[in-house]
């Protein structure tokens, strides 16, 4: 099977699975041909405000 046919079921088939985690955006292909499922941008934030209290209170 081809990449042309692949990516498009590939992605279907991500998009339907990161739907059950609710922490994370729905998958992105980049332009180099990556597959992206990133973390949601509010939890991201928490977690380095998180971070930065915690090297900031040692």
Do not use: C, W
């Amino acid at each position: 099977m081809s990449d042309e046919k692949q990516e498009p079921q590939l992605m279907a088939l991500l998009t339907e699975v990161v739907k059950q985690f609710s922490d994370y955006d729905p998958p992105r292909l980049r332009k180099d041909g990556d597959i992206v499922i990133p973390l949601d941008a509010v939890l991201k934030n928490r977690r380095r405000i998180k971070i930065l209290a915690e090297a900031f209170s040692e």
